[in-house]
């Protein structure tokens, strides 16, 4: 069926101007990688009913739907490149708090809402929402779910999936799961919530979530810190874990190439660093009750100093150079996509593995190309960003032909390590022959399975994570 006769169908059921013409901007993904196809309708529905509605048309006329959220995403999900017919169905328009349970420390939000929006929301209450993304101006919650979204606070707080209380969501036939319970325990059957959480909207098209809230984390020290090595960052780490316990709140790790790149397309942001070290840690200590945190922080600094395990460092006396360190580190990614890169990999590993890969695998592609290499991520959690560029002096162009295998001899690398080739982003259309390739084969299998028991006509986002 083409669009036009959809719309034709649909149209009638829905409110005047929920069905629109593509605008340009949801066609394309944020680093022009994928452009999508505009034999499209954008739908903008108001209600979790409506989306049903539309759910429903899909599955009868068999024309796709594809779940968008803030359309920050970098692995292609929300974008069809292929001339099918499909839905490009936005949550933008239910962007509510439905509400808010101070004593419980829950919010039950619709899935279009903005997360910088949710988090300003709660601490109103004096409550706080953990997850702090780059993108958290834009992404919305839906999206944060479908990917099961981390970011810097993972290793205090854990992913989305583990603040996420209940789900609402629309599945494949039109129904509505009605999960959208407040409980911190619920031991009855299979976990439906967790099944949808982190599919990236193959099974089911997320309405609603309830969502853990914590107290306002009121003190809060923050320090850049300039370290050997790798190795060195991660026996840091564990110096901290012991030391400072479950304050640690985010602990990453920055190359001086990431500075570099900074400075050269970012003019505008202001770099904290001003050692030549080849590594540095942004670590963040929080809590809601010990005043006395930042006299326990410098005193642990001092004791990593002493053990050699730090060699310099800034501790941010106000909160606007806290800022200022974190608006730094936030910048990295859109300065990489000003470079633009030849190969981008999210991926995570055991965090004794780190260290070995970022040697190993630097040494191999160094060997064998010229181009530049920008490792940085939340080494607290395993997770590295480790993205390949070309050399200053030389067009991309000229990197196209080794792009695959430098690919390759990075992902073989995670998987030669037992790590995973998507930390945080998940599959999209990008990652797919990847995942594919490296997956368990159970794995794969019992995930297509589930795939044809909820939407055996592959109408949810298709071409994503399964072919």
């Known amino acids: 069926m083409s669009i036009s006769e959809f719309v034709d169908k649909v149209q009638t059921q829905l409110p005047k101007d929920t069905l629109r013409e593509v605008p340009e901007s949801y066609l394309e993904e944020p680093r022009s990688l994928l452009k999508g196809s505009k034999n499209s309708i954008l739908a903008l529905p108001q209600s979790t009913k409506e989306v049903s509605t539309i759910v429903n048309f899909s599955r009868d006329t068999g024309v796709g739907i594809i779940p968008y959220s803030g359309g920050t995403g970098l692995v292609g999900g929300q974008v069809n490149p ?24 829950v919010v039950i939000v619709d899935a279009g809402l903005i997360l910088d929006d949710l988090q300003k929301e709660v601490e109103k209450d004096d409550l706080f929402f953990p997850l702090s993304l780059a993108s958290q101006g834009s992404c919305r919650i839906g999206g944060n779910l479908a990917t099961n979204a981390g970011g810097v606070q993972v290793l205090k707080y854990g992913n989305i999936r583990d603040l996420c209380l ?30 949808l959480i982190g599919s990236e909207g193959t099974l089911g098209l997320i309405t609603g979530a ?32 012991e030391f400072l316990d479950e304050r640690v709140s985010s602990f990453e790790l920055i190359g001086q190439k990431a500075i570099e790149f900074v400075k050269k397309v ?44 730090v060699e310099d460092g800034i501790i941010a006396q106000s909160e606007v150079q806290r800022k200022t360190f974190w608006s730094f580190r936030e910048s990295i990614p859109e300065a990489n996509r000003l470079v633009g890169s030849i190969v981008s990999a999210d991926i995570s590993l055991p965090l004794t593995e780190v260290a070995g890969f970022i040697e190993t695998v630097s040494e191999e592609i160094s ?57 945080e982003h998940g599959i999209g259309r990008l990652k797919k022959d990847q995942f594919l390739k490296t997956s368990d084969r159970v794995k794969v299998e019992t995930m297509k399975a589930i795939k044809n028991a909820l939407d055996p006509s592959g109408l949810f986002n298709p071409g994503v994570l399964l072919d």
């Open 82 to 105: 292929t001339s099918d017919p499909v839905v490009i169905l936005s949550t933008s328009k239910m962007n509510k708090i439905r509400k808010i349970y101070p004593n419980e420390r």
């Open 166 to 195: 209940g789900i609402e969501a629309v599945l494949p036939n039109g129904e509505v799961f009605n999960g959208l319970k407040r409980l911190r325990k619920d031991n009855t059957g299979y976990d439906i919530k967790n099944l």
């Open 210 to 241: 309830s969502l853990r809230l914590f107290p306002k984390p009121n003190h809060v020290a923050t320090a850049i810190l300039s370290v050997r090595s790798p190795s060195i960052a991660l026996e840091l780490l564990n110096n901290a874990q």
């Open 266 to 309: 970012l003019p505008s942001i202001k770099v904290p660093i001003k050692s030549s070290s080849d590594w540095f840690v942004l670590i963040e200590i929080t809590s809601s009750q010990d005043q006395e945190i930042k006299d326990t922080f410098e005193e642990f600094i001092q004791l990593a100093l002493a053990k050699n395990l």
């Open 367 to 423: 060997s064998i190309s010229d181009c530049q290499i920008n490792c940085f991520g939340h080494v607290g959690d395993g997770n590295l960003h480790y993205n390949l560029f070309r050399n200053w002096n030389k067009p991309i162009s000229n990197y196209e032909n080794s792009a695959p295998d430098l690919s390759r001899l990075v992902y073989d690398e995670v998987v030669s390590r037992n790590g995973s080739i998507s930390a």
